[in-house]
């Protein structure tokens, strides 16, 4: 999930980040594969992934053994958004089928090689030699699939490698594969640096896992592939020797020098890679589970606790002022005596007739506040589906895909909001209304990610976005979310507006010094930091998603957690919003739309702490894009929790002044 590719995805999915499935759940219809014994399981590629360039690259822009005819795969919106590039390989694997040492390249000619003939090694070209040392300095990944089951490395076999760079045999044996803390990483790694020499893993040994089916008695045993891993080795072979059946024969890998790539001459080496099948006791509905535990689950736990802990206290303040004061202060207001007393204790009710003036700029904020519901929506329905498990790893690229063709569809109730909103603040220009909120936030997003896009174009990466995927985001944009926002926008203008308590005065109330408490900046400070503690726990393991190749799947949680938030949100932009009215400043559309928003200052600011300590990018490309991302990620975030908090502070202040009695 980590590519530059997703530069039209990574701010969705910075969003989408935070929830559990307490188990292992599947797509709806997709049905297993049942293998029968020395049936093919196909061997596929998707791509290169490194964190420290966040540039995916094709599987065949490094000199890799190409089958005798290349085919990819048809892909998806998600999976070409991703950087996927889903490719057959030469690999050759047959349903629990055994395989010790096979060649992969040059091919062999048709029919059986002459006895005495020997393997003819591969050679990369100093300008192959050095790309390949490139991208090994770069700390690639290669990813393959097996039955759409993605490749992993267990850490402690490649952790316990010997001097060829992996582990000391090919076959660890049942004693060191045990099922409790294991740990893997997905993918292999495409080799190793050792001081200034480059090694490549030239041999695969696959270990795939498989679970036999019950069948009727007379029947031919099925199976399904549950697990799929790799021993990536470097060993340097200057001849390979064959035995009977034509196989080759590896050296110890223990006492084998390991396969170095020097780049600045050509290099011959040979691709090899051997099968091991193992049964294994894992049903297919839970062979996801291995690659998903990768993370604590009693961290999540925490994280959740700790949400819980900030949602109570912040109930504590609201139960404080809306219990004892506020309704303190409407007994007191509602009396026919000692009415200036009154109103020389608490300020609140003195703006009465200009807390419901117009704003400044209401075309604006109406098309900002739209735009946030149908981010709202959007992400809400991706969260409750991928929590229900419709849009587990295993389907790949259809959370991309559901989040993108969603957002384009909550455009109808992005416009009605915001339609109803501007009618409500005296706009008058509903058509030029709705064409802002189609194209600001969109057209912002939409420019930032097609200058990101020409930098990673230009890096030749898979990771860009081609033209034909680009002109169909456009047509998406104009062709549905357009139409449907000005459908949206015409029936929300054209409803009753906002029914406000109480009318407003013709000439503006003086609006007295306020305290430095009262600045703009101070409560963006105030208002961010208890929404941000409520889920920067869970940040955490959405930024490793993101940029460094792991699997989010714990929707159960971010389904939590994204209510959590959207609470803390709402109530500090209540509390917020009643401090500015007990001050007499009735100013309040604008700034409580800012400041709910605080939040997104604080993940600007982990943002850069995560860079700093956590990713090794050195370089101007990768950093753009980072930061690029970012960008979208915390004025996307901002739009969300400054939507949440201004509906929550616009129906607070509708109730209290409603329950008031007005002169």
Known sequence: MAAAAEVWTRPLLLLLGLVAAAGAFYVPGVAPINFHQNDPVEIKAVKLTSSRTQLPYEYYSLPFCQPSKITYKAENLGEVLRGDRIVNTPFEVLMNSEKKCEVLCPQPPAGPPPPAQPAQPTTLSRAQSRLVAERIHEDYYVHLIADNLPVATRLELYSARGPGGGPPDADPGPARRKDKDIQFEHGYRLGFVDGSKFYLHNHLAFILYYHREDVEENQEPTYRVVRFEVVPQSIRLDELKTDEKKSCILPDAANSAPQEIDPAKENQLFFT????????????????????????????????????????????????????????????????DDIEDTMEESGWKLVHGDVFRPPRYPMILSSLLGSGIQLFCMILIVIFVAMLGMLSPSSRGALMTTACFLFMFMGVFGGFSAGRLYRT?????????????????????????????????????????????????????????????????????????????????????????????????????????LPFGAMFIELFFIFSAIWENQFYYLFGFLFLVFLILVVSCSQISIVMVYFQLCAEDYRWWWRIFLVSGGSAFYVLIYAVFYFVNKLDIVEFVPSLLYFGYTALMVLSFWLLTGTVGFYAAYVFVRKIYGAVKID
């Open 273 to 336: 890679y051997s099968v091991h099948w193992e049964e294994s006791d894992i049903k297919w509905a839970s062979r996801w589970d291995t690659y998903l535990t990768m993370s604590d689950v009693q961290i999540h736990w925490f994280s959740i606790i700790n949400s819980v802990v900030v949602v109570f206290f912040l109930s504590g303040i609201l139960s404080m002022i809306i219990i004892r004061t506020l309704r303190k202060d409407i007994a007191n207001y509602n009396k026919e």
């Open 425 to 529: 603040l005296k706009g008058h220009r509903w058509k030029k209304g709705a064409l802002c909120t189609a194209t600001l936030y969109p057209g912002v997003v939409f420019g930032i990610c097609f200058v990101l896009n020409c930098f990673i174009w230009g890096k030749h990466s898979s990771g860009a976005v081609p033209f034909p995927t680009l002109a169909a985001l456009l047509c998406m944009w104009f062709g549905i979310s357009l139409p449907l926002v000005y459908l949206g926008y015409y029936f929300g203008f054209r409803k009753q507006p906002y029914d406000n308590p109480v009318r407003t005065n013709q000439i503006p109330r003086q609006i007295p010094e306020q305290r430095w408490y009262m600045n703009r900046l101070v409560g963006v400070l105030m208002a961010g930091i």
